[in-house]
């Protein structure tokens, strides 16, 4: 039996009612556990969206909660970034010229001229109140600068949790589908049927089969899962393993 710490997340949980989970790497085991923390959110009416860049393919059809999966991140806020030292900035404003917007930032006396090179321009996205990543932003290409505002769990198989993270979470001896198969209940969220199956699916293919990359854990984990599936998935949100049901160690 897991024990992870979790103080920190739940800590985040109470007030959220917008959640993104993100998945920068597509696999079998990382969709799986992402698309069954969305499902746990959900279930808790929260608003919940889940980010993958890559689209899953019809090897992913049998997971539940593909409709809450997009490709895109929908990037409002342009935001302008100038690598310039700030003490060497006398003002910064704007005005109008024929319609158009002008950004105006005077240096001041002595300083050396802006150069085009030192400016930087995206679009990000106001922050869901709550944002999971499985992993870190690394392979997020052009989106990795979400991570710069809102509140952020870091939930990860390897030790490299960054700054950004308000709260993480790293399992090192585990897959995805084994870390959120004993973290959501945890959370005090119930594994319905159709979680457990997603675990369950992450699960097989990550081990293949509980062949490989196994502990007791592993196990008991495809356990829980598998007790979960065997209600209808008509019955709940419904069908349920609720935390107290979880054996223990």
């Not at 499902?39 to 860049?53: G, H, V």
């Not at 119930?190 to 196994?214: C, E, M, W, Y």
């Not at 495809?222 to 209600?231: D, S, V």
């Amino acid at each position: 039996m897991k024990n992870y710490k979790v103080d920190d997340i739940k800590n985040l949980l109470p007030t959220a009612k917008t959640a993104l989970v993100v998945v920068p790497q597509l696999s079998i085991d990382s969709l799986s556990a992402g698309l069954a923390l969305a499902l746990a959110l959900k279930n808790n009416q929260i608003d919940t969206k889940l980010f993958c860049p890559q689209k899953p393919d019809a090897n992913y059809s049998k997971l539940s909660g593909l409709d809450l999966v997009t490709d895109t991140h929908n990037q409002n806020d342009l935001v302008i970034t100038l690598d310039y030292p700030l003490d060497q900035i006398e003002t910064v404003n704007y005005n109008q010229d024929n319609g158009k917007l002008n950004l105006v930032v005077q240096t001041k006396n002595g300083s050396p001229k802006v150069s085009q090179n030192q400016i930087l321009i995206a679009n990000q996205s106001g922050s869901a109140d709550i944002n999971f990543i499985l992993g870190d932003e690394s392979t997020l290409s052009i989106n990795a600068n979400m991570v710069n505002s809102g509140n952020w769990v870091q939930i990860s198989p390897q030790n490299n949790i960054k700054p950004w993270a308000k709260a993480s979470l790293v399992d090192q001896d585990a897959p995805y589908s084994e870390i959120f198969t004993f973290l959501l209940p945890m959370l005090n969220f119930n594994l319905t049927h159709d979680i457990a199956k997603n675990l369950l699916i992450g699960l097989r293919v990550a081990t293949q089969s509980f062949s490989i990359n196994v502990s007791p854990e592993t196990f008991e984990a495809g356990a829980i899962c598998l007790r979960a599936t065997q209600t209808s998935p008509d019955k709940d949100n419904q069908s349920q393993i609720s935390p107290n049901l979880i054996p223990a160690a």
